[in-house]
Each structure stands twice: as C-alpha cells, then as structure tokens.
C-alpha cells in the first residue's frame, strides 16, 4: 500500500535518523551519501510526492518504466534537475531508451554495452544541447556476493574487465574523459547485498567492492571520476555506510509496499 505524503514524511525522517547515525559511526559527513529514492513500480504521484519532501534522485529497474516517469525533465524543490539512475539490468536493445532517460546507469557489466552507450550518446542531444552529445555517468556492476540470481561482473573477472576497459579507453585528458569513450563517465561500482536478512553477511562483499574501486581511482586517467560506491538497501545500508558507500538506494521504506500485480 503506497504511503501517504504525511506517511512518507515520518519514513524519510526514520531513515535519515538512521544514515546520519551511520555516517556518524563511521566518521563520514551525512553529504557523503546520496539517498536514491527507488521508485520502481511506484506511480508518478508518489514520484511527485517525494519531489515535495526534497528527493533530488530516483532509482528505476526498468527502462520502460523511467521512461513513462522522467523523460519530462523534472525540477527537485531546490530548482536543481531531478536525477534518474537506472540500476536494474539492461538488455542491448534497451541500451539506447536507457541512454536518453537516465542521468546515472548503474547496471554495466560488458564491454558491449560500453562500447554501445558510446555510439549511442555520441548522436543524442543533452538538455538542447546538439552540439557534443550526451555525457553519461555509467557504474559497473560485480556480483559481489557471487549468488547465481544475482546480475554484474563476476568476482574473479572484475578486475580484468577494468585493465580491459583502461586499455581500450586509449588517452585521456585530466577529467577521465578518453579517446574511445568521451561520452562515458566512469563513476565507480555498483552491488546488491547478501540477501541473508542478517546486514553482516553483506560486509565482506562491500569491503570488496570498496578495494576494487580504490585501486582503479588511484590510477586516475579514464578512473579519474571513479569514486562512487552503489552499496547498501534498507536491510543492509548501516553496514554499506561503515563500508563507504556514497549512494543507497531504498524504496518501500520510502514509498511503502509496491503492487507488483501492475
């Protein structure tokens, strides 16, 4: 049952109680991670009611479905643009659709969809703007956990898939952009946590995707940009928190339950 605005209120105060205790814990400022409202089979009043209580990004598995929401660029209370993530898994075909909604894709784990997302933003307009394309903030994604329903790089493949995509980005200038790939930002990675009910259990797949991703922004060059952390659910977001993640993503503790049957 989908939460009333007042309802939403009293859950986003109880969820920022908790992140601000987390981020306290772990000795990390509250603006070291950004909240993305996950407002999957959510309608778009909700989506308009959570605008009201200062949402700025919102989390999508589904291209259709960011698209019936947010290919009318949105305005948060602030005037700042509203941010669609898609962070489900998206097929070849739905690459383009996903390239023109999202501002973030946090889902990429081949060198086909990269090399696909490039072409594709290459030839697309950003905000009027026709002149040098769109520029896409992409996230890969490992299945940390190594759970066979679970979608992203394998965890044994993870790293050779970064010195690959390092060495077929060719130059780069100081902002990461590179000869091969100017339209892609990498940003950092992307895992979903044990799905166990115990938080703990997720801890050593959040330590491992934090490695993972020092490492490669040490580098610089094309991981100039590659310091974001997509970790961490309702269940499990303290423990990602402690872990360092910059970007939870929660959705029923937010929205209320969602009616699947839509």
Not at 137 to 147: K, M, R, S
Request: proline share 2%; net charge negative; glycine share 8%.
């Amino acid at each position: 049952m989908e939460f009333t605005l007042d309802e939403m209120r009293e859950h986003l105060a109880a969820l920022e109680a908790r992140i601000s205790e987390a981020c306290k814990k772990a000795n990390r400022s509250r603006e070291s991670v950004k909240l993305v409202w996950v407002s999957k089979f959510h309608p778009a009043e909700a989506v308009e009611n959570a605008i009201a209580l200062g949402a700025h990004d919102f989390g999508e598995n589904r291209v259709q479905e960011a698209e019936l929401k947010f290919s009318v660029r949105r305005r948060a209370v602030d005037g700042s643009p509203v941010m669609c993530h898609v962070i489900g898994p998206v097929q070849s075909n739905k690459l383009k659709k996903a390239a023109i909604v999202a501002d973030c894709i946090h889902s990429i784990a081949s060198m086909e969809a990269v090399e696909k997302l490039e072409k594709v933003c290459a030839a697309l307009p950003y905000d009027g703007n026709v002149a040098d394309g769109k520029i896409l903030d992409i996230l890969f994604q490992v299945n940390a956990g190594e759970e066979e329903t679970k979608s992203g790089l394998d965890v044994a493949n993870a790293e050779k898939f970064l010195i690959n995509l390092e060495a077929c980005a060719g130059a780069c200038d100081n902002d990461g952009r590179s000869e091969n790939f100017p339209h892609l930002r990498f940003r950092g990675l992307m895992t979903i946590g044990k799905n166990t009910g115990n938080a703990e259990d997720s801890r050593d797949c959040f330590v491992f995707l934090r490695n993972l991703q020092q490492k490669f922004l040490s580098k610089g060059g094309v991981f100039a940009n590659f310091d974001q952390l997509s970790m961490g659910m309702t269940g499990d977001l303290e423990v990602a928190i402690e872990e360092g993640s910059t970007m939870i993503r929660v959705g029923t503790a937010l929205f209320g339950e969602r009616d699947y049957s839509k």
